[in-house]
């Protein structure tokens, strides 16, 4: 039964452009462009809640669905019940753009001048009130499922409040780059881009922000004009070299670089994912001075379901056993609140916010060995400066844990282990703050070769040999892209290999039109065979061990484990893809893992497919298409990424492949073969 539904979605594209031409070398261009994309997802169901007996407060209908409820020792990487988080709706989400270009040739000269404003909307919502329910403290699958059963759980937690806003953003840019053909053999280019985004606003005001000082400050008539201040220094240089290098056109030089500005996703700001830290589902637009607010509520860890005296949680005190459903069982109390026992998050931009900046360089030669083949080796990189990064000011110091009689954790709380801001502010728990503390860096050789018109073969080969290492790969944050070192904070702690970092990637592609067979007529014309073989490197992951905190920072998220030595691979036996993983075990209370993130590397990736085509020509205008395309022809094995927990035996064995969320349309399934045909006239 599907559990979510993507309902209708609509794009729609509106695009004017007037050129006038002044004079033979003046050129002047007006463009508008409208872009528009709605759509939603929300669950499959309005079952009510409180008709499978659990009361978790009260609900708009838009926000029924069947709850999630997630068993660790069941299930480990899947749930049951309803999907979490939704419904999220973006409609519309708009973007307005207006633009001017001057182009003038004068003599050995092409300058171009203009600029474009940009105005940026959407209407989110993102309610979250679905509730969680997790059920992980009894490592007995059986006694886990007499939880369930019973409505017994180990945490719950969900939103609470309204969380529907209508984001604006204003945007301009000014451009000037001349175009120098300095002789024929050499042209010079060079330009300068200036930048500046208004912070990103609520049009009601909606929003705040927290300053140490302060505390949270409302937008409007809280005192405050906009969340951060306006990035007013983006000036971005350009400039770039082609130079015949002996003057007869088969060898040429190309050298490049540009500093670009990345103006921050509506996301990283409005719904970043805030939820390793404590659960804290938390942003500009939803803090608690917008009446949106998380309970996030758990057990006395370490009773047993099978125990007769265990106790079901009581909202006032704060203690019981479990999470209890049933008649007369409201999960977050008769009547939820945001305050104590249930301490806030926050969330903090800091006030001079940076737009995050990106160097690009490349340099590159590029030759022709003889007619229709050519050869091109280039160097092309990256310098990402001023990226986002999330952090949690209020995480308590490293090391504040202890063990009591039984060896169970307990975490401490007072004296120097109390949070930095729990005397000025004990309403808040974490207070996140959005940063410029992330860098990345990518360098890359590249070579092509291309071959053309020989006797019908076309042919491509492309090999990348890469590396790309950043403090965080996703700007909204994730569980991975956190650093464990939140108290004292080093974001250098986060740095790894790209998510997305892959060394090697080699593909060669080709089409082969067969020569005509008159004798044949139509059958024996328009036939043509295809293929593309890919091979990559495996992309990175992390070695981990679970989200419950055991370093005393009081913090959760994906917490990296032990390495007690360089990994090793079996890389065709997906049951031990890491041949070594009793060299990997979880960190010693009150200490951060040592395994460096992203210091793992998954399984590559090899798969050729092949097609096989006949175009038939039915009139002079009419054609008929026939193809027949196989996708890992081969039918190779490809692996997905290994289970990266190292507890429970399991860690570095494989049970997906690459295509899982994406089956047959994504690389890395089985064999399979479609069959098309196309019209065209």
Known sequence: ?????????????????????????????????????????EPNNKVNPKDL???????????????????????????????????????????????????????????????????????????????????????DPINALSQFLLLKFDEAFRNFGNTQRHLVQHSMGLYFSDEWKVNPRLTLSFGLRYDLSSALGESSKIGSNFFPDRGLVKLGAGGLDRLYNLDKNNFGPRAGLAWDMFGNGRTALRIGYSLTYDIPNFGAIHAPRTTSFNRARVGSFTNITEGVFTVDISGDFGT????PATTCFDITTGSGDFICGGPGNPIFGPNPTAFPPFPLPAFAVIPDLQTPMV????????????????????????????????????????????????????????????????????????IIELNNDSKSWYNSLQFSYRQQNWHGLNTQYNLTWANCIDYNSINRGSRTN???AQNPYNPKANRGFCDHDVRLNFNVGGTYDFPKIGALGRFGEGWQIGTVFTAIGGRPFSATQGSRDRSGQDVRGTLRADCLAAPKYN????????????????????????????????????????????TTRISERVKFQFRWEVFNALNRPNYGQPQTDVRFGKFGVISTTPDLFNPVIAQGGPRSMQFVGKLTF
Not at 95 to 108: A, M, N, Q, R
Not at 584 to 610: E, H, K, M
């Open 1 to 41: 039964m599907r559990l979510l539904r993507l309902a209708c979605r609509r794009a729609q594209l509106l695009g004017v452009s007037w050129t006038y031409t002044i004079a033979p070398n003046k050129i002047l261009e007006s463009r508008f462009g409208m872009t528009r994309f709605s759509q939603i997802l």
């Open 53 to 139: 007996g659990l009361d978790t407060g009260p609900l708009d209908p838009a926000d029924f669905g069947v709850p999630y409820v997630y068993m660790y020792y069941v299930n480990q990487y899947g749930y049951i019940g309803g999907v979490g988080g939704y419904p999220i709706s973006t409609r519309p989400n708009q973007t307005y753009d207006i633009s001017e270009h001057f182009t003038w040739i004068k003599g050995k000269h092409t300058m171009k001048i203009g600029g474009n404003w940009q105005f940026a909307y959407t209407d989110s919502l993102r309610n979250n009130a679905r509730t969680r329910f997790f059920i992980f403290n009894d490592t």
């Open 304 to 307: 047993s379901v099978t125990d």
């Open 359 to 430: 160097h690009y360089y490349s340099a590159g030669i590029q030759h022709e060995l003889f007619r229709n083949n050519v050869i091109t080796l280039s160097y092309v990189g990256s310098l990402g400066r001023n990226l986002l990064f999330l952090r949690d000011l209020n995480a308590r110091r490293l090391g504040c844990s202890t063990t009591d009689e039984e060896g169970g954790f307990v975490q401490l709380k007072t004296g120097a282990c109390a949070r930095p801001f729990e005397a000025k502010f004990p309403e808040f728990k974490d």
């Open 482 to 484: 956190i650093t464990p």
């Open 571 to 614: 890389t065709r036996d997906p049951n031990q893809y890491v041949a070594n993983p009793d060299d990997f075990n979880t960190a010693d209370q009150n200490t951060i893992g040592t395994c460096g993130r992203n210091s793992f590397r998954g399984p590559g990736l090899a798969q050729w497919d092949v097609s096989l085509v006949k």
